[in-house]
């Protein structure tokens, strides 16, 4: 089911008032404003907002290059100059996506590549197999953001569920004065699980005697463990070479 308005002014062209269901898309309004899209062909200016709702993205629009994200959802309401670039983006926007996996060195998205950044698989390599050097496998990811002319603010945090464990992103991606993002000034915190996994790991190194007996004591000191194993990071720097600062 498709319904949508189309006005044509000049050089804006204009998809209103849109309403879509299917077994992949789902657009709605938001915010109990109507769900468009626009498009300036002379400045290069675009304009969205809407509900939008996808399942299985990549193989149901057959999309070669983007990551397989099986759920994905976002409320969005934002504009920007140069459709692939998101030069001069302001608005906001949130979203929950589930099982889907990033790439490790994606040209195409310097921002992706942060979720990629500190490699964390390898921590656990060949623990359970759905993560490999090429690309790192998540369970779920939500958060918020917005967007202003100098800057991007993440209102809810950034946070990325993984079988390694999780992490989460706070703070500021800071523009240039061309309006492209350029400087991150940011807060990482990775959370392993240790708790979960130091039985397996006694397992292999100690045998099963050691894993049994790690396992008691992993319960006994289970708080001190969660603590142990939560890494806070700084994250400054240019966006395409951030630096790594362990707190």
Known sequence: SIDFYYLKNGEVLTLNNINIESDFLRISDYENDSAYFSIN???DFYKIKGSYEFNDVKNRLQLQSFPPIDYLRSNINIQWNNLLELKNIEGSLDFLAKDFQINQDNPNSALLNLVGLLNVQSFFDGY???????????????????????YGRIVDEFSFEADFGSMGWNGFIIKDDSGFFKELDLELSLKLNLQENIPWYAAIFGGIGVAAGTAIIGNVFEEQIVEFSTIQYKVSGPLNLPKLERL
Do not use: A, H, L, V
């Not at 197999?129 to 202003?148: C, L, N, Q, V």
């Open 41 to 43: 062909t002379i400045q």
């Open 128 to 150: 359970d197999g759905s993560s490999t050097d090429e690309y790192i496998k998540f369970r779920r990811g939500s958060g918020s953001i917005i967007f202003s002319k100098k």
